[in-house]
């Protein structure tokens, strides 16, 4: 590996950018490798318009070649454009089957679209033709399955001890004991998947505070209430609950990652069982809240509760903590509805669902997309963890990739696609949780919004910076839809294949009672 490889590797983009110009000029044949990392080591310290200029900087003048393809196909990703993205890794791999780059490039998009196994032979074939490659690697390595994962990072930890940084030590050792517990820990119910309606209650931090909508979970048979947020994955509690559900501890391990913001760092407890509703899950781990926060490479202290929990509630849900089944979430119908996924060809049955508790790492099925079990007229999306990401038009411009956020108070675009509408205004007002690196946002004009067949008019929305999002994320994520508008609706997810649908009945939609304040009537 070049230095400038080595920057990479070790996440030091900006010493990566200053070795691999260098060495581009003495590269020879490697000379359109070296350009790519260029390119890549750009993107990672979200500089889009550097990259752009690379492109367009490439030795020899762009070419229709798999290197010159598969670069365009990088940035078009960066930037949220997946569909030309794939076009260019597409065009890119008729030019050469061989290109490992290409190969590694096109498995995360795989991956994104449900493609599992299409993404994990792209990946197979990736690393088999470059082992050396540090990136394809460590993406190899996450796309293990359980059974034979810890071996391969172990082999991974082998490989990279000679450059590896404290940081990227630390990360690769709190994988490598999450799985360890994934082996054991399973977080698994009683009885096979069965339809099931679990109620939705209210939550609330004082009489003038919001109200959220949330599920009575018991912990050891301890009664806690916690907030359903789809930017959360798994279970998150206060630390103040692990006394009272009787909760053990588990030394030694850490999940980072864990918000929306990617930036929060829980402690792991181990619960004997779980029960929500009918339902019963034994063998679990669950996230316990520290007030440790990690951004941007720097360590912070900040107040976690205030942010994240400060809700009048134990803790967090996610609904992709159900992810073994279909989830609906009825906020019109005041329920969450819970049913048996359709059989997906190459899969075995599921006969003892788990509980997603978020300890350990995700884990993708062997199998590609499957429709069919009364899906076959729902949205196909892309998914990220637990981050469903999807189209949305805001008024008359370009489309560009939204997430979604339940438990947001708030519909939010970014400031700089707002400014550049004419559309946000030039008060600077303080969000009401943190998000955004400077806790403050502009308020926009009206504005009419397209997402899933639905078109929206909203008095406004919360124009914010959005760059901590789009980095964690890895690709530009332009706005948060969040409980003002989705409360309205009937929202169905299947995460295992990644589809979605929307439904509407105005004799349904959720009313705010009088003198109360909740996500979607503020």
């Not at 990652?257 to 669950?286: K, M, Q, R, Y």
Request: aromatic content about 6%.
């Amino acid at each position: 590996m070049s230095g400038g490889e080595v920057a990479l590797a070790r996440e030091e983009y900006g010493r990566a950018v200053e070795l691999l110009r260098q060495e581009l000029g003495a590269a020879g044949a490697d000379a359109e490798r070296t350009h790519l990392l260029l390119i890549r080591a750009l993107l990672d310290e979200d500089k889009i318009v550097e990259a752009e200029a690379e492109m367009a900087a490439w030795p020899g003048g762009p070419q229709p070649d798999a290197w010159t393809l598969t670069a365009l196909g990088e940035v078009a990703y960066r930037k949220g454009e997946i569909s030309q993205a794939a076009e260019a890794l597409q065009k890119a791999i008729a030019f050469d089957r061989c290109n490992p780059q290409t190969r590694s490039a096109l498995a995360r998009i795989y991956a994104l679209n449900a493609m599992y196994r299409t993404a994990r032979q792209m990946l197979d074939s990736a690393h088999q033709l470059d082992p050396g490659d540090d990136a394809i690697a460590k993406q190899w390595v996450a796309a293990q399955p359980l059974e034979t994962q810890p071996e391969a990072l172990e082999a991974y930890l082998r490989q990279s001890s000679a450059y590896r940084t404290e940081e990227n030590t630390a990360e690769l050792m709190e994988r490598k004991q999450r799985l360890a517990l994934a082996q054991t820990d399973r977080c698994s119910s009683k009885g096979a998947a069965a339809s099931v309606a679990l109620p939705y209650y209210f939550i609330q931090n004082g009489a003038n505070a919001n109200i959220f909508w949330g599920l009575q979970v018991k912990i050891n048979g301890k009664t806690l209430n916690l907030v359903e947020d789809s930017t959360i994955s798994g279970i998150y509690l206060k630390d103040s609950v692990v006394k009272d559900a009787h909760l053990t501890p588990v030394a030694g391990t850490t999940v980072s990652g864990i918000s929306s913001l990617g930036n929060v760092t829980a402690t792991v407890a181990h619960a004997a069982t779980i029960a929500i509703g009918p339902l019963e899950f034994s063998n679990c781990d669950v996230m316990v809240a520290t007030n440790d926060m990690k951004y941007y490479g720097q360590r912070v202290r900040e107040e976690v509760r205030g942010a994240y929990l400060d809700r009048g509630s134990d803790g967090l849900i996610g609904p992709d903590a159900f992810r073994d089944y279909l989830v609906t979430l009825d906020k019109p119908g005041r329920q969450i509805r819970l049913d048996p996924l359709p059989a997906a060809a190459g899969a075995p049955s599921e006969a003892n669902p788990q509980l997603i508790t978020g300890v350990a790492p995700e884990f993708d099925p062997p199998t590609d997309r499957a429709i069919g079990g009364g899906t076959e007229s729902w949205a196909k999306e892309l998914r990220d963890g637990p981050y469903f990401l999807l189209p949305v038009r805001i008024d008359q411009s370009r489309v560009t990739t939204y997430s979604l956020a339940t438990a947001s108070g708030q519909n939010t675009i970014s400031l700089e696609l707002a400014r550049s509408m004419n559309i946000a205004g030039n008060k600077a007002e303080e969000l009401p949780s943190m998000a955004g690196n400077a806790r403050q946002f502009f308020r926009t004009s009206e504005v009419t919004v397209d997402f899933l067949g639905v078109r929206r008019t909203l008095n406004w929305m919360s124009a914010v910076d959005m760059t901590p999002w789009s980095h964690n994320h890895g690709l530009e994520l332009t706005g948060m839809l969040g409980a003002p508008v989705l409360n309205d609706y009937t929202l169905h997810l299947d995460y295992r294949d990644n589809l979605i649908k929307l439904e509407f009945d105005p004799k349904r939609t959720v009313h705010c009672p009088p003198n109360i304040r909740m996500p979607g009537c503020l």
